[in-house]
């Protein structure tokens, strides 16, 4: 009989490691030297055939070994890989991770804790009380007349935004039906998330300058019809398309008016409060009874990183649940802490070990100084764009997303040099389509990047023309 392969745990876990993350260091090297920018040339069809012919048959009949199978697989992932430390990737809310916090998770993989029970993960069920009700009390403060507030770990906001929704729809149960009231400017998710509970279509308010009307709000909160309490207005810290963060303080206002219960996705917005320049853009945000926050956007975590925070602890009671094989009665009134509820997955990995890692490392004025610095690069940005003769600039920046497009073009040409960029390898920019136009979109979450790089990708964007 064959010896098994090594295990990652254990005291000898480690030593088996070390010649495996050599040869996956090397790889990622090589690939990331191969690939020379910051995605693969070719499109889908040149990458896919690239991946093919490196990985060959996927289950042979007899194995590689785990040297060759490391090299070639994390060789061909780096090559073909949008690469967010690249700091002409800045497309998406898609963060380059901290080698820090990358750390950490290789730990967390290795020591394999299920966040189910406590007797498959003991330290990191303290880790993750200790996190959660950090963030909680950075977002609620010390003392908010009901404890001092909560958080679960989630994959992100996706996640965290249906909690938020489930939360308040067994809170506010004897009242009837849940209406949730968004702005046009909402995350997709929220919506997604009422059809999923079976919620009524959210009722969807203005947002014509990119952040949610507080008059519009006003109106469509008087005009519903329902007890007080049946209504959940989600507002928004740091839209997708550009970075906006709706008046916080005003739709706070008029939720207590109206008795209506406020959720913020804060998924990116959310670590403005470790800023001691911006943390006033948030203000009111303390006041919701939910907040979605989001360390894997701007926060530097590898996927995933999401977390929901309560204001009130005793809404997560609703999401306790009993198996008797994770939390009998009897280990619970001994002592064993319950984390069956404190997700609605069952398994989980402990997430929360990259993020403690880094806010134990970095500390508030460390993040807060990284989330200056990308906000300031995008004020930086603005400026070069608004200098040049050449382009036009959506707006200011709110966080560390830009909007412009070139003067004259029409949203054809935006979606070609889009296209164009993405298919040679040379950049990666998104896209937005606020008033009526698609705007190329540059979101600067890289704290490496230099003025000579945002200098590149105007040049990029007006060396590209249809043919």
């Given at each position: 009989?064959?010896?098994?392969?090594?295990?990652a745990g254990?005291?000898?876990?480690?030593?088996?490691?070390?010649p495996?993350?050599?040869?996956?260091?090397?790889?990622?090297?090589?690939?990331?030297t191969?690939?020379?920018?910051?995605?693969?040339?070719?499109?889908?069809t040149?990458?896919?055939?690239?991946?093919?012919e490196?990985?060959?048959?996927?289950?042979p009949?007899r194995?590689?070994?785990?040297?060759?199978?490391?090299r070639t697989?994390?060789?061909?992932l780096?090559?073909?890989a949008?690469?967010?430390?690249?700091?002409?990737?800045a497309?998406?809310?898609?963060c380059?991770?901290?080698?820090l916090?990358?750390?950490a998770?290789?730990?967390?993989?290795?020591?394999?804790?299920s966040?189910?029970?406590?007797?498959?993960?003991?330290?990191?069920?303290?880790?993750?009380?200790?996190?959660?009700r950090?963030?909680?009390?950075?977002?609620?403060?010390?003392?908010?007349?009901?404890?001092?507030?909560?958080?679960?770990?989630t994959?992100?906001g996706?996640?965290?935004?249906?909690l938020?929704?489930?939360l308040?729809?067994?809170?506010?149960a004897?009242?009837g039906?849940?209406?949730?009231?968004?702005?046009?400017?909402?995350?997709?998710?929220?919506?997604?998330?009422?059809?999923l509970?079976?919620?009524?279509?959210?009722?969807?308010v203005?947002?014509?300058?990119?952040?949610?009307?507080?008059?519009?709000?006003?109106?469509?909160?008087?005009?519903?019809t329902?007890p007080?309490?049946?209504?959940?207005?989600?507002?928004?810290?740091?839209?997708?398309?550009?970075?906006?963060?709706?008046?916080?303080?005003?739709?706070?206002?008029?939720?207590?008016e109206?008795?209506?219960?406020?959720?913020?996705d804060?998924?990116?917005g959310?670590?403005?409060?470790?800023?001691?320049?911006?943390?006033e853009?948030?203000?009111?945000?303390?006041r919701?009874?939910s907040?979605?926050?989001?360390?894997?956007k701007?926060?530097?975590?590898?996927?995933?990183?999401?977390?929901?925070?309560?204001?009130d602890?005793?809404d997560?009671a609703?999401l306790g649940?009993?198996?008797?094989?994770?939390?009998?009665?009897?280990?619970?009134?001994?002592?064993l802490?319950?984390l069956?509820?404190?997700?609605?997955?069952?398994t989980?990995?402990?997430?929360?070990?990259?993020?403690?890692?880094?806010?134990?490392?970095?500390?508030?004025?460390?993040i807060?100084?990284?989330?200056?610095?990308?906000?300031?690069?995008?004020?930086?940005?603005a400026a070069?764009?608004?200098?040049?003769?050449?382009?036009?600039?959506y707006?200011?920046?709110?966080?560390?997303?830009?909007?412009?497009?070139?003067?004259?073009?029409?949203?054809?040409?935006?979606?070609y040099?889009?296209?164009?960029l993405?298919?040679?390898?040379?950049?990666v920019?998104?896209?937005?389509t606020?008033?009526?136009?698609r705007?190329?979109?540059?979101?600067?979450?890289?704290p490496?990047?230099?003025?000579?790089?945002?200098?590149?990708?105007?040049?990029?964007?007006?060396?590209?023309t249809?043919?």
């Amino acid at each position: 009989m064959s010896t098994p392969p090594p295990l990652a745990g254990g005291a000898q876990g480690p030593d088996a490691l070390r010649p495996l993350l050599t040869a996956a260091l090397d790889a990622l090297h090589t690939g990331a030297t191969a690939r020379g920018g910051p995605l693969p040339a070719g499109g889908p069809t040149a990458v896919a055939a690239r991946v093919r012919e490196a990985a060959g048959e996927i289950l042979p009949d007899r194995g590689a070994g785990p040297d060759t199978a490391l090299r070639t697989l994390v060789h061909a992932l780096a090559e073909g890989a949008a690469d967010p430390a690249d700091a002409l990737c800045a497309a998406h809310l898609h963060c380059p991770p901290l080698a820090l916090a990358v750390a950490a998770d290789l730990a967390a993989s290795a020591l394999n804790p299920s966040m189910d029970s406590w007797d498959q993960a003991p330290a990191a069920s303290e880790i993750e009380a200790l996190v959660t009700r950090a963030l909680a009390t950075e977002a609620y403060g010390p003392g908010n007349g009901t404890g001092r507030g909560d958080a679960l770990v989630t994959t992100g906001g996706t996640e965290a935004n249906q909690l938020a929704l489930l939360l308040a729809r067994e809170r506010t149960a004897a009242h009837g039906p849940v209406q949730l009231v968004v702005g046009e400017n909402a995350h997709h998710s929220l919506g997604r998330a009422a059809w999923l509970l079976g919620m009524p279509e959210p009722a969807t308010v203005p947002a014509p300058a990119g952040v949610l009307d507080p008059a519009a709000l006003d109106e469509a909160l008087t005009q519903l019809t329902g007890p007080p309490g049946s209504f959940l207005v989600a507002a928004t810290a740091g839209t997708t398309d550009a970075g906006l963060i709706d008046p916080l303080d005003q739709i706070a206002d008029l939720c207590a008016e109206h008795g209506a219960r406020l959720h913020v996705d804060a998924a990116y917005g959310g670590p403005l409060l470790f800023s001691g320049v911006r943390r006033e853009l948030l203000h009111g945000m303390e006041r919701a009874d939910s907040i979605t926050f989001d360390l894997h956007k701007l926060g530097w975590q590898p996927v995933a990183a999401g977390l929901l925070l309560v204001r009130d602890p005793h809404d997560l009671a609703t999401l306790g649940h009993h198996a008797d094989y994770l939390n009998a009665d009897d280990d619970t009134e001994a002592g064993l802490p319950d984390l069956l509820g404190r997700s609605l997955r069952t398994t989980r990995r402990p997430d929360v070990l990259k993020i403690a890692v880094t806010l134990k490392a970095l500390g508030r004025t460390g993040i807060g100084a990284l989330v200056d610095q990308v906000c300031d690069q995008a004020q930086e940005f603005a400026a070069l764009i608004t200098a040049h003769p050449g382009f036009e600039l959506y707006d200011r920046p709110a966080l560390s997303t830009v909007l412009f497009r070139p003067v004259g073009a029409d949203d054809d040409h935006i979606a070609y040099v889009r296209r164009e960029l993405l298919g040679q390898g040379r950049a990666v920019l998104g896209r937005a389509t606020i008033d009526g136009r698609r705007w190329l979109k540059a979101t600067l979450l890289n704290p490496h990047t230099r003025p000579g790089d945002l200098a590149e990708i105007l040049k990029l964007v007006e060396g590209t023309t249809p043919r």
